[in-house]
């Protein structure tokens, strides 16, 4: 186990516990609970915690991470049908056909 990061607060903690599980970095949620100890602990140590499974994954879950809070924002047409697309999309909405 290591740790990843501080969310701050616990929906965005299991968003990223999510999507990190989903991308084969298994991550779980440390601390989910501990909001209920605000004004009786430091302040940073109420805030949920993102941990590893295995600390091998570190760095590739810090560029997800990175990536989660940075979304790419494109603007591209598709080669397939012509359709405008916008977002961080890979994919034409309109066809299927994949970004040139
Ligand atoms: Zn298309």
Same mark, same amino acid.
């Given at each position: 186990m290591k740790k990843l990061t501080t969310a701050p607060n616990l929906a965005i903690a299991t968003l990223w516990a999510d999507l990190l599980c989903h991308a084969g970095v298994p991550t779980t949620v440390q601390r989910?609970?501990?909001?209920?100890l605000a004004g009786q602990v !430091?302040?940073? *140590?109420?805030l949920p915690e993102l941990w590893l499974t295995?600390?091998?994954?570190f760095e590739r879950a810090e560029r997800l991470l990175v990536e989660l809070q940075h979304p790419v924002s494109r603007h591209w047409m598709c080669p397939a049908c012509r359709e405008m697309i916008d977002g !961080?999309?890979? *994919?034409?909405?309109?066809?299927g056909a994949a970004m040139p």
């Open positions: 989910a609970y501990n909001s209920s !430091p302040p940073d *140590q109420t295995d600390a091998d994954n !961080p999309f890979e *994919q034409c909405w309109n066809c």
